[in-house]
């Protein structure tokens, strides 16, 4: 007799959009590492861990500028290139959470569309997929240079006129208020992840339909819900 494959099972979402570092990729310690060593290095003053961290998921210039309130406007292309400096000498160091790449594959056999919305720049993310086991996960992306920077909406704008995709069947997940405010703003769903930058008691206000403090519970929770 043949064999017949099991049902799909049915989705409360069609499209899923993830932002990347602090998400996907564990990287916040090093991003909040060079954006320090960024500030100084033009002059300016020492940012916290908790500042720096806080800008992770805006642009990069927006980020730099906030994290650097005492540098001039006028250093601000210098800072950009000394962040990009520090970064690049510790790409290599970032990697997937575990479990991350179970997760999207995972997705990918419920017929979800993928997509990636992220802070990063068009020309950092393509080189991010390039170096990783992502490459062919993701159906799109966006990122804040070609659009615009969170928690404005046009990335998940852009992303549900491409797919013709309705609000609510959007899910936005991120580990950043930044994300949960973009989703919020774009009339969508969101969920946060409290392993990245920001802490998770920020996220309350943002009404996300769940926080998961880990990969698993992610993976757990989008089995049943997503």
């Not at 997760?103 to 056999?109: G, I, N, P, R, S």
């Not at 170096?131 to 928690?151: C, I, M, N, V, Y």
Request: charged share 20%; proline share 6%.
């Amino acid at each position: 007799m043949p064999t017949t494959k099991p049902p799909i099972p049915s989705r409360r979402y069609d499209l899923i959009a993830f932002d990347w570092d602090g998400t996907l990729f564990d990287s916040t310690a090093i991003i909040t590492r060079c954006i320090q060593l960024a500030v100084v290095d033009v002059g300016g003053r020492l940012p916290t861990d908790q500042d720096a961290a806080y800008v992770i998921g805006l642009g990069l210039m927006q980020a730099l500028a906030h994290a650097a309130p005492d540098v001039p406007p006028e250093k601000y292309p210098e800072l950009g290139a000394r962040y990009k400096h520090h970064y690049m000498a510790h790409q290599n160091d970032i990697s997937l959470f575990e479990g991350v790449l179970h997760l999207l594959e995972t997705l990918k056999t419920r017929n979800h569309v993928l997509a990636v919305a992220t802070g990063k720049s068009r020309r950092g993310l393509n080189e991010a997929l390039q170096s990783s086991q992502l490459h062919g996960l993701f159906d799109a992306s966006r990122t804040a240079d070609e659009t615009a920077g969170k928690p404005d909406p046009l990335m998940l704008q852009e992303l549900m006129q491409e797919f013709g995709v309705a609000p609510d069947r959007v899910l936005m997940v991120g580990d950043t208020t930044h994300d949960l405010q973009m989703a919020l703003n774009a009339g969508c769903d969101s969920v946060g992840v409290s392993y990245g930058a920001h802490a998770h008691d920020t996220f309350t206000a943002l009404n996300p339909r769940f926080v998961a403090h880990s990969v698993a519970e992610l993976h757990a929770w989008c089995l049943s819900n997503a």
